[in-house]
């Protein structure tokens, strides 16, 4: 099989941001020819499936200015330079539902947009939630409102278009798979 | 509950490219500070998951240049500016796989990354694929492998972060759903 590879024939570095830097690449295709890359460069983020003990989930509702509109989603923040994601997702977990957990677990990685950015995004499940006394502060920019919500309200907030975000739609899929496996048991 | 919008005060555009445009919003939070949105506009995308007669999945294997590395996903494509996402997701099924669907139904859509761009992606389903002696060309600077799993090959797959993307994920996700939901039955 041939190689798909492309190589970096130039970089151009058009943007950096606080959260991303675009830069555009001149490439070499396999055949040969020429042609440009646009490229997002993100430090990767950690996303958490939160259960409470009921069998509920927690989840913030968030206005997302790409959108223009207010979802709701899963847990979720961007990863500190270097830093493990078990540490973000701690960190971000407490930030934004004032819970932490003593069983947060590795569920899976996916890049959220291959085709134009590198954001690499980690998904934990946390169970065991504890409240805590005096939880680690929103960022200053952050406005998030907590949301518990059953299966059933789940699926009316999906059918509603306000949970409408690729990780939190992965989580729903998961829990569903969840709730089944435990319904043959 | 109060809003959580954010108002525009000023929008700088950094950036248009063939597809991506990026612009850096300053907004006015819920009370009333001021923050900047990096935000990347993107005209939306189509993915399909295609099942073969034999209960196999077609994927493509594709350098991704974000990335660095080459990857396995299901087929996608991004959508022309007002075309109707079932449209291209025929063009895109037949450009990079070779096949046609007279069984392409609509599964869902998510933005794949809201906290800093406004991609929305459709996903179809697509089975009873028809081989087409002739099929729409690849884009002149699109390389892909077409490759044919079972739901064991796909799992090895992702073990090998060779599947590592957010729609493929979430495709694989849904195959195991219905293979379990068969197995009840």
């Known amino acids: ?3 798909l590879e492309e190589k970096t ?17 001149d490439v070499e295709l396999p055949n ?7 490229i997002v460069k993100h430090p990767g983020a950690v ?11 927690y989840l913030v509702e968030q206005f997302r200015k790409p959108l223009e509109k207010t979802i709701i989603e899963i847990p979720a923040g961007k990863m500190e330079p270097g830093e493990d994601p078990l540490v973000t997702a701690r960190r971000e977990l407490e930030e934004e539902t004032g819970f932490q957990s003593d069983d947060l677990t590795y569920l899976t990685s996916f890049y959220t947009s291959p085709g134009f950015a590198n954001e690499l995004l980690h998904v934990y499940v946390a169970r065991d939630l504890r409240k805590m006394e005096q ?46 496996i435990e319904e043959n048991e």
């Open 9 to 25: 024939l130039h970089t151009e570095k058009i943007f950096s941001g606080n959260v991303i830097d675009l830069q555009v690449d």
């Open 47 to 57: 996303a958490i499936i939160p259960f409470s003990a009921d069998g509920e989930m």
């Open 135 to 180: 939880p680690l502060a929103q960022d200053a920019d952050e406005f998030i409102n907590l949301v518990k919500v059953t299966p059933e309200e789940a699926e009316q907030l999906i059918e509603q278009q306000l949970i409408h975000d690729a990780k939190t739609m992965y989580a729903m899929q998961y829990w569903k798979m969840q709730l089944l």
């Open 32 to 38: 040969g020819e020429k042609s440009k890359r646009e």
């Open 1 to 3: 099989m041939d190689s």
